[in-house]
């Protein structure tokens, strides 16, 4: 985080305000200051923040006495952003031209998931060539600065103090090309003062052999981690370390227990400090994910291959539980009847079912699947979808015009392009109810098909601030679509708490055993954390409001993707973690533990984080990604340290042994059957509005057990009625059709 804010701000600066003399990088990046020293090998330049001292190889060009407001740098002439510009020179087999690119989005966002993946992918590839071939084999690849660059900055983690302990043996250096000159990196800093000179050439750190080469992402800029936190000595164990074989104890009833083979590595650093038995909970949720970036591929048997891999390293860190990813962009991995195959298998059947086939070998494993789901990104490109059958839902109802049309716009009129989204994706507006009711028929379409354990949700909010002014939106907040007479923002919130609410409606009254989990902002609102106010948050930017969807239950539990480790400076994990646990309200809040980020955390600072969770009773934690744990092997230090027991999900009471009941309804015109959206359903005694979706479709949560319910139904010019008497029963929904 103090890496990328400095180089953000010099980016930022460097975009706006010219200080007199401008470098321009190889890698995009502009650096406006005054040149004070220039060699044949190096330039000095003394900006507004720090003085960098740059090899000659990294400029691409220099400008000198510009002065007075400089143009803002745009995106190139197709109104590509950065992220976008890397991924098309990513699949053009242009990686030595998109890697720094990737470097580049993340500086401008750090939390740009996305970029950080694909730079993980182009590292393990290159490495998994290192291991192969050796330095020999180097010299012969034709983008052999991308692999020293690569290596170069994958390692510099591996060269920093641990926290705590050693954790890998001072490496030897690498013998590779000469020819290339090394990566370099800029030292950032939080404080404000003038800085001494960095010299960039002598920051890139010896390499190691190709046997010693480390595992993950590492950090892009060299960095010194603080101590870790003290955590309370407890009475020590003895963990035994894996041998690489291990099974589950919680296999489901019918399934065939699946015994991991020694292809899961036990290689992690053996923990720095030993736990006891009594830290460990008798159950928690231990959950990783398995994105759509990290196994999908064109060659089937490879994908079977690779989610196979990451299900036994979840099973041999003694997890036990699997988020795995069906849907990112309005295409799916498993067969459809509302949309396409997901381009990321080819846009095609792969001749099988990605989600069956994961979900029978994570229950063989004794794990517990939960679908993963974007509901409201549509695509996460400039280039639209190829066509297809299905349609894309791109065609349908974003490239389109009249009520079909789905898109978020801003203030101005304006449809959501990436390139002005402030996010990777195009986005359907939350606010159009037609979006909620496609989601949901999308969802249900899953849980009625597949033995699913729950339905998990990410990026189920607003793209930003500046969306969406849409003309469904707009009317609706104006007229029968804000019975509360909620403020813009409010409104906005609480359109995707409406959203969840008639999903977990429905649902449960399919399958009431499935829960429901979302992956939300990791700060909920920034006005409520002294010295939080300079940082985004869900509530604020995203209209996110995570904590009402608890209040309401809505949800089964939230996990808060709290990217930041627990030193200062702040954001703090366990500032983040102690305000969502404390207002759970009854539910389950499951932290995550950011795996990939670039910084390279020790796992130390994982078992920090899921103590600190169980101290300040949390009921589990969410490790983001399987692939993270993979690549960086730490599946053994989980089951030595973190996880050193294998125990059961922890249980929901409110599942379990339900104490209230639902109704669940439609409302349709008298005349002709067809549905009513925004009509108002109110419960007899209840001061609270219920609003009808785009189907019709309603429904109540959470009623205490009673046969005297009755609902007031009405819609401006169309009608009202009233019900008889209802009964609700604990555990079961009531179904009802409201006609007018």
Known sequence: MRRHLVVGILIFCASFWAFGDALYLTDGTKLEGTIQTETSENITIKTSLVTLTIPQYRIQKIEKDKGGLAEPESTDSEGKTTFEQAEELYHEGKVQAALPLYEKALQEDPNNSDAARRMSEIRDKTLNRIRREGAEGIKALSEQDVILSVARRADTALKQPARGSTLV?????????????????VSPSNEMPSLPPINLENLAPPQPTPSQVGIGLAPLVPETSPPIINIAPQPPITAAPSTGAATSPFVAAGKTPVNVAANVQASAPAPSAEISSAGVPESEFRAATITRFEWPDKDPSTCKQKILKFLDTLLAGNFNAVIFQVRGQADVFYPSPYEPWAAAIGGKDPGFDPLQFAIDEAHARGLEFHAYINPYPVWQNANPPEHSTPEHPYWLHYATQGADNWACYDNQGNIMKVSASGDSYLFFSPGNPAVSAYARMVIMDIVKRYDVDGIHFDRIRYPGPQYSFDAVSKSRYAGDGNPDNLSWEKWQCDQVTRMLNDIYGEVMSVKPKVKITCSVWGIYDKTRIPQYDRFSSGIHEYYQDSLEWLKQGVVDSICPMIYWDIPDPKPNYDDLAKFFLQNAAGRHVYCYNHINNPKQWPPEEYLAQVSICRQLGGFGNVAFSSGGIERRQIAPYYRQAIYPKPVPVAPMPWKA???????????????????????????????????????????????????????????????DAASSAITVEAGKATPIEVRL
């Open 657 to 719: 042994a339900p104490q209230t009941g639902i109704i669940i309804g439609k409302a349709l015109r008298r005349d002709n059957g067809e549905p009513i959206m925004d009509a108002w359903i109110k419960v007899e005694g209840q001061n609270r509005t219920w609003l009808s979706s785009a189907d019709g479709f309603f429904a109540i949560l959470n009623l205490p057990p009673s046969d005297n319910y009755k609902l007031f139904i009405s819609k401006k010019n169309v009608g």
């Open 169 to 185: 043996a001072p490496l030897a250096p690498l013998a590779l090309p000469p020819a290339i000159p090394p990566a370099s990196t």
